[in-house]
């Protein structure tokens, strides 16, 4: 059964290294996400020096310069640090809803199974979905997640 899984994974990876659609969704993908983050980081400085305009009200030049920048480092730090915090804490669920749900061999077949189909079948599911299929991927994961947590819950 390893010596499948094993064959199994490497001739998806090596097609999925071959697949011009799904390198380029991959590319994508992960271009997408620094955008967004770098996106947010910006939001983020900019709410920072949005409160840290109370520090010109401050006579004293050298004051407000030290307000300014610990006001600036405070809220860009609690926001960059919640939004870590809120991602470890999503990562740490998931994490504990597979162990506890899908934790088998059956959840490695689906995994490899469902990479395997995207993979070899990504220009046919271009042409019907105009989705990204890593994305795509991640949703299928999802969806299979929340079927076993159903099944899970519905047999005990």
């Given at each position: 059964l390893f010596l499948l899984a094993?064959?199994?994974?490497?001739?998806?990876?090596?097609?999925?290294?071959?697949?011009?659609?799904?390198?380029?969704?991959?590319?994508?993908?992960?271009?997408?996400?620094?955008s967004f983050i770098q996106t947010f980081i910006g939001w983020t400085i900019d709410a920072g020096?949005?409160?840290a305009q109370i520090s010109t009200k401050i006579p004293n030049e050298i004051i407000a310069g030290i307000i300014y920048w610990l006001l600036m480092i405070l809220v860009v730090?609690?926001?960059?640090?919640g939004t870590g915090i809120l991602a470890i804490l999503i990562e740490i669920k998931v994490i504990?809803?597979?162990?506890k749900n899908c934790w088998?061999?059956?959840t490695l077949l689906m995994i490899l199974t469902s990479a395997a189909v995207i993979i070899y079948f990504g220009e046919?599911?271009?042409?019907?979905?105009?989705?990204?299929?890593?994305?795509?991927?991640?949703?299928l994961q999802g969806i299979y997640l929340t079927i076993r947590r159903y099944i899970s819950q519905d047999t005990d």
């Amino acid at each position: 059964l390893f010596l499948l899984a094993w064959y199994s994974l490497t001739t998806t990876l090596f097609q999925a290294v071959q697949s011009d659609v799904f390198l380029s969704d991959c590319k994508s993908f992960f271009h997408d996400a620094a955008s967004f983050i770098q996106t947010f980081i910006g939001w983020t400085i900019d709410a920072g020096q949005s409160v840290a305009q109370i520090s010109t009200k401050i006579p004293n030049e050298i004051i407000a310069g030290i307000i300014y920048w610990l006001l600036m480092i405070l809220v860009v730090g609690i926001c960059v640090a919640g939004t870590g915090i809120l991602a470890i804490l999503i990562e740490i669920k998931v994490i504990e809803l597979y162990k506890k749900n899908c934790w088998d061999v059956i959840t490695l077949l689906m995994i490899l199974t469902s990479a395997a189909v995207i993979i070899y079948f990504g220009e046919v599911i271009k042409k019907a979905l105009s989705i990204n299929l890593l994305f795509f991927w991640l949703i299928l994961q999802g969806i299979y997640l929340t079927i076993r947590r159903y099944i899970s819950q519905d047999t005990d």
